[in-house]
Structure formats: C-alpha cells, structure tokens
C-alpha cells in the first residue's frame, strides 16, 4: 500500500512539473489572457451585477496583480506538498528527509537563472518536514 501511494506522489510531481513547464513557457500575451479570464471570474464572483462596464474593468485591473500572485503562490503550495509528500513516504528519520529536500533544492537552484517555481516549491517542501 504504501508503495502504491508513494508512487502516486511521485507521479503528481511529475504532473505538477508538466503543468508548471507548460505555464511557464506561455508567451506573454497568452499568459495574460489567461490571467485576465480568471481575473473577470473572479471580479464577478466578488462583485456580482452591481458593477457598470467601467467600473468592472477597473475591478479587474485592480484585482489582476493579486489574482496572477495567488496563482503563483498556489502553484508553489501544490508543488511543495507534492513533493515532501513522495520524500515523507520513505521510511527514512526526518534529519535524512530534510537534507534530501535541501540537496534537491540546492541542484535545481544552484544556477542563478533557474528560479523557478521548483526552487520555492522545494524550500516550502523543506519548511514542511
């Protein structure tokens, strides 16, 4: 059983790395529009009918900087979880756990122009443990 769940921990990171890659090599343009449409659900969501045409785009200019940081940050989260999850399921004492996840911070952070959401992801991994 705990093989099976181990396995399926290390698939998600797997996953998760896919899905960030992909995001992360988005163009611009397409990164913001797809940014805005969460942003318009979202200021819709908040503020329902009650706002003009004006006023709405105004909400969601407003709303587009924390949306695109709560995306970030829930990227981060997701990633971090899944991976101390894959390190938690070895059964090995939590001194070992926390220099594995260093050691592996330390590999994909050590290029100064790699830093990307794997890095965060693994410190909040090594901040779990």
Known sequence: MKKIVRNTFILLTIVWM?????????????SKNTSSFVTRKVVKVIYGDILNEDEFYQKVQEWDYVVRKLAHYTMYLC?????SSAIYTYEID????????????EFLCSNRRNTSILCSAVEVARLKM
């Open 18 to 30: 896919i899905i960030i890659f992909i995001f992360s090599s988005q163009e611009s343009d397409i």
């Open 94 to 105: 939590k001194k070992k756990r926390v220099f594995i996840a260093q050691g592996i911070r």
């Open 79 to 83: 990633g971090g979880v899944s991976i």
